[in-house]
C-alpha cells in the first residue's frame, strides 16, 4: 500500500469513528443533561461529554492502529500525552467549544487532526449539530459534506470580515497584559476600518469558516494544537493561508494562529496587531 493510501485508510477510518462520536454530541446537547466540571479556572470548563468523545476517539484507532500516538485535549488535562513524533500522531479536541455545548450554542466541533512526520496530513471538523461535515487530505483539496470548498476572494483588511476571540478571559497564564493587548487590537482593527468582527466561540468553526469563504481572516493567540491542528489543514486545502501572527512560518505548536483568504490579507493584518508570546506546546 502507498503512503498516499495509508493516509487515505487512516482518514477513512477516523471519519467513521468522528461519525459515531457525532451522535453522542448531538444527543447529549439535546438532553441539555451532561455534568459539567471546571479545570484550571472558573472559566475552563469540561463536561462528561468531551471525555467520553476523545475517550471513544482514542480507544477506537488505537485498537485499529496501536502504533498511532495521540494528543488530546483532555488526555492532556488528565497528564496522557504522546510525545509528538514522526508517527502518526491523532491531535483532537473531542468538542471544540464546550461553552457553547454547555449553552446550548450550536457552534460547537469535534476536531481530528493528522500529522505524520510532524506534517498535517488530514483534517476532520465536524458540527454534529448542524450537520456540517468539514474535511481535508493533504494535496486533495477541502469539502464540506462532500462538496469542494473555497476561501473566499479578499485580500483587503478594510473588506475583511474577521474572527477572533475577544476578552480571551481563558488565557489565564497571561492574565491582564494579556487581555489589554487583546482589547487593543480590537480598536486597532476597527480603526483600520475591519468590516466586521464575529467571534463564534470555538476556534475550530472560525477557521473552517475561513475556509468556506464566509468569514475572511481568523487570528489567535494562547490556543493549543487542538484547537486548530485539523482546521489548520483544511483552511490550506481550501486555498487559504495559514501562518504565525508576526508573520513567520506557522508553528502547530506555538499556541497561536492567524489564517486568512490570501497572503496580502494576512500580511496587512500581521502589521495592525500587537504579538504576544506564549510557551510553545512542546
Ligand atoms: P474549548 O472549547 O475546546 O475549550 C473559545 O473562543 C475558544 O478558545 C475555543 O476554541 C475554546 O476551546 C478555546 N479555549 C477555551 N479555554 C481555553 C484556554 N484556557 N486556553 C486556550 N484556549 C481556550
Ligand atoms: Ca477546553
Ligand atoms: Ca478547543
Ligand atoms: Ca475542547
Redesign the pocket.
Known amino acids: 500500500m502507498s503512503a498516499f493510501d495509508r493516509e487515505e485508510e487512516y482518514f477513512q477510518f477516523a471519519l467513521e469513528v468522528t461519525k459515531k462520536a457525532g451522535h453522542l454530541v448531538k444527543t447529549a446537547f439535546a438532553k441539555h443533561e451532561s455534568a459539567v466540571t471546571t479545570k ?1 479556572s472558573a472559566t ?1 470548563l469540561v463536561t462528561e461529554t468531551d471525555k467520553a468523545v476523545e475517550e471513544l476517539l482514542i480507544k477506537s484507532i488505537s485498537e485499529k492502529y496501536p502504533d498511532h500516538q495521540f494528543i488530546g ?1 483532555e488526555s492532556v488535562a488528565a497528564g496522557k500525552r504522546s510525545p509528538w513524533t514522526d508517527a502518526p500522531t491523532w491531535i483532537i ?1 473531542p ?5 457553547n455545548f454547555v449553552h446550548r450554542i450550536p457552534f460547537v466541533a469535534i476536531c481530528v487532526g493528522l500529522t505524520i512526520n510532524k506534517e498535517l496530513r488530514a483534517g476532520i471538523v465536524y458540527n454534529p449539530i448542524t450537520e456540517e461535515l468539514f474535511t481535508a487530505l493533504r494535496g486533495r483539496g477541502a469539502l464540506k459534506n462532500g462538496f469542494p470548498i473555497h476561501v473566499s476572494k479578499t485580500s483587503e483588511f478594510n473588506k475583511s470580515v474577521i474572527c477572533t ?1 475577544l476578552g480571551i478571559h ?3 497564564e497571561k492574565g491582564q497584559q494579556w487581555l489589554d493587548i487583546a482589547l487593543d487590537n480590537h480598536r486597532r482593527s476597527v480603526a483600520a476600518g475591519v468590516r466586521g468582527h464575529r ?1 463564534f ?4 468553526i472560525n477557521m473552517v469558516y475561513v475556509a468556506q469563504g464566509s468569514v475572511d481572516a481568523y487570528v489567535e493567540y ?3 494544537s487542538w ?1 486548530i491542528a485539523a482546521a489548520a489543514i483544511i483552511v490550506q486545502e481550501a486555498g487559504g493561508v495559514v501562518i504565525d501572527p508576526t508573520g513567520s512560518e506557522f508553528n502547530l505548536m506555538a499556541r497561536k494562529v492567524l489564517c486568512g483568504a490570501s497572503k496580502p490579507l494576512v500580511q496587512e493584518m500581521s502589521k495592525i496587531l500587537t504579538h504576544v508570546e506564549f510557551e510553545p506546546e512542546l
Open positions: 484550571a475552563d485535549e479536541d468538542i471544540d467549544g464546550t461553552t476571540s481563558n488565557i489565564v467571534a466561540g470555538s476556534a475550530a494562547g490556543i493549543h484547537d
